[in-house]
């Protein structure tokens, strides 16, 4: 059975994780995938990935980041754009979630970035997702 949102399912099978308190949660890769992984690195939310050559396919391999009291130091993930509801936003709508604590990601035409970066280069795009 083919999953027909795979981010949604990358941002499930981390909250899932985090929840159990896994220190490294595996998921089928693919380029967007990798993208977003690489933004939760830049930003501090995870401590480490990797790309592993699988038998079928690639996996990514997330290693997760708690903090000194063992909790994780992502408090919440959110997909915004679905399959079914796209949501697009011009350069000047970006939005900054929780205040400018989270992070949106936004897929352009520049390629996967971070709500800030997006706004930097003057671009819109397709809200992925939020992460605080």
Wanted: hydrophobic residues 40%.
């Amino acid at each position: 059975m083919a999953i027909s949102d795979q981010i949604a399912d990358m941002l499930n099978r981390i909250r899932n994780a985090i929840m159990v308190r896994h220190d490294v949660v595996m998921m089928p890769s693919s380029s967007a995938k990798l993208a977003i992984i690489k933004i939760f690195k830049d930003e501090g939310f995870i401590r480490d990935y990797e790309v592993v050559k699988g038998k079928p396919e690639r996996v990514i391999r997330v290693h997760l980041k708690y903090d000194e009291s063992n909790q994780s130091v992502i408090s919440g993930l959110e997909r915004v754009s679905k399959p079914g509801l796209r949501i697009y936003v011009h350069k000047k709508e970006i939005p900054r979630p929780y205040g400018g604590l989270g992070v949106a990601i936004v897929s352009t035409p520049k390629g996967v970035m971070t709500g800030k970066q997006a706004w930097h280069q003057g671009v819109g795009g397709e809200i992925l997702c939020y992460v605080w």
